[in-house]
């Protein structure tokens, strides 16, 4: 139903955890800069963002690593007949 969509806004294309450590590492290296030594509120918000985006890697990490195992249970499944 994508084309259903009036939105005009353009849908982004999803990070893998991967993808997000490295933009984490990125953004913690931007706060720690010394470009922002007199910006402690830009560092501070650097630095949360980029914990965030981590703590989001390590779940979707997770989520995709227990889709991964559920899937192969249910071709096991499958191949015993039980589905």
Known sequence: MAEDDSSN????S????DEMRRLAQRLRAR??????RHQPEQHRDLMTAAS?????A??????????TVIDRLADLLR???GA
């Open 14 to 17: 999803q990070l893998t955890p």
């Open 58 to 67: 390590d779940l979707a990490a997770e989520v995709l690593s227990s889709a």
């Open 31 to 36: 706060a720690e800069s010394v470009l922002l």
């Open 9 to 12: 806004t353009p849908r982004a």
């Open 52 to 56: 965030l985006i981590e703590q989001l």
């Open 79 to 81: 191949i015993a007949g």
